[in-house]
């Protein structure tokens, strides 16, 4: 091959190669200030920046989100969340699909209870000591808490949210006057104390066996103890759910 064709073999690979990174440097933004460490952690990271991804797989949905953090395998924003702002994945298989939200352990088979202030937990948050609440506790997305210390009359209003009664001695709740229009609604009623507690049915109304306007009753020393009632008919109550000693008359 004469010198001159090998010399424009030559331009034109130096060519080819200088678009070919030009190319590449125009279509890719790494983004910066991330620290990704893990295989693929950041996999998908094209301009998000300020991200600390840490474990296998980590981040590897984030596109354009940034100020995002991800511990443990796979944890990171959801599959379809490339651009969270502020958001926070714990634990193995954790994922968060919301900005400006943390997000410990994952779901299903990979959900994980947490404790403070011990080394087990029992519950899906087991806390040892107090806590403090400045706001309204709303228990999931189907009771809200009335919290009561002395007896009460419950409304039709009240239907549908969880009654806590902190009892020291006697504490009677009065069951709302019910019709047709009513049947389904629920009250989820937790006593705290070692007082009594007592649920009366008025009207023609039976609570489970009661008698008519009857009752249903915590009397035991039981510092803890829980019943759902339930309206199946116009005039009766049933119970779905119950923790500790009660009795009807």
Same mark, same amino acid.
């Given at each position: 091959?004469? $010198?001159?064709?090998?010399f424009?073999?030559?331009?034109? /690979? !130096?060519?080819?190669?200088v678009?070919? !990174?030009?190319a590449?440097?125009?279509t ?7 620290m990704f ?13 300020? @991200?600390?991804?840490l474990?296998?797989n980590?981040g590897?949905?984030n /596109?354009?989100?940034? *100020?995002?953090?991800a511990?443990?395998f796979?944890?990171?924003?959801? &599959? *379809?969340?490339?651009a969270?702002t502020?958001?926070?994945a ?5 994922? !968060?699909?919301? &900005?400006?939200?943390?997000i410990?352990g994952?779901? *299903? ?7 403070? *202030? $011990?080394?087990t /937990? ?5 806390v %040892?000591? @107090?806590?403090k !609440?400045?706001g309204?506790?709303? #228990? ?6 009335? @919290? $009561?210390t002395?007896?009460?009359t ?6 549908g949210?969880?009654?806590?009664v902190?009892?020291?001695?006697a504490?009677?709740?009065t069951?709302?006057?019910?019709? #047709?229009? @009513?049947?389904?609604?629920r009250?989820l009623?937790?006593k $705290?104390? #070692? ?5 009366? #049915?008025v009207?023609?109304?039976?609570i ?5 306007a009857?009752?249903?009753?915590n009397t &035991?020393?039981?510092?803890?103890a829980?019943i759902?009632?339930?309206l199946i008919s /116009?005039?009766?109550?049933d119970?779905?759910? %119950? ?6 008359s």
């Amino acid at each position: 091959m004469r $010198k001159e064709n090998k010399f424009i073999l030559a331009c034109l /690979a !130096v060519i080819v190669l200088v678009v070919f !990174v030009a190319a590449q440097n125009l279509t890719i933004d790494r983004g910066h200030s991330n620290m990704f460490t893990g295989i693929n952690s950041g996999y998908g990271n094209t301009s998000g920046y300020n @991200n600390i991804f840490l474990g296998h797989n980590t981040g590897y949905y984030n /596109a354009t989100g940034y *100020g995002n953090t991800a511990v443990g395998f796979q944890a990171g924003p959801a &599959s *379809g969340s490339t651009a969270l702002t502020n958001s926070t994945a714990i634990g193995y298989m954790s994922a !968060v699909a919301a &900005s400006d939200t943390i997000i410990l352990g994952g779901t *299903g088979s990979y959900a994980v209870k947490v404790g403070i *202030g $011990k080394t087990t /937990a029992d519950e899906v948050l087991d806390v %040892v000591g @107090n806590i403090k !609440v400045s706001g309204t506790i709303v #228990a999931g997305t189907e009771y809200a808490i009335l @919290n $009561k210390t002395a007896s009460y009359t419950v409304t039709e209003s009240d239907l549908g949210k969880m009654i806590t009664v902190t009892a020291a001695g006697a504490v009677v709740l009065t069951l709302p006057s019910v019709d #047709a229009d @009513n049947v389904g609604a629920r009250l989820l009623i937790r006593k $705290k104390g #070692a007082g009594s507690l007592t649920i009366t #049915a008025v009207d023609s109304d039976v609570i489970y066996d009661s008698s008519a306007a009857g009752s249903i009753a915590n009397t &035991s020393s039981e510092t803890y103890a829980l019943i759902e009632l339930v309206l199946i008919s /116009a005039t009766e109550w049933d119970v779905h759910l %119950v923790k500790g000693t009660w009795s009807t008359s």
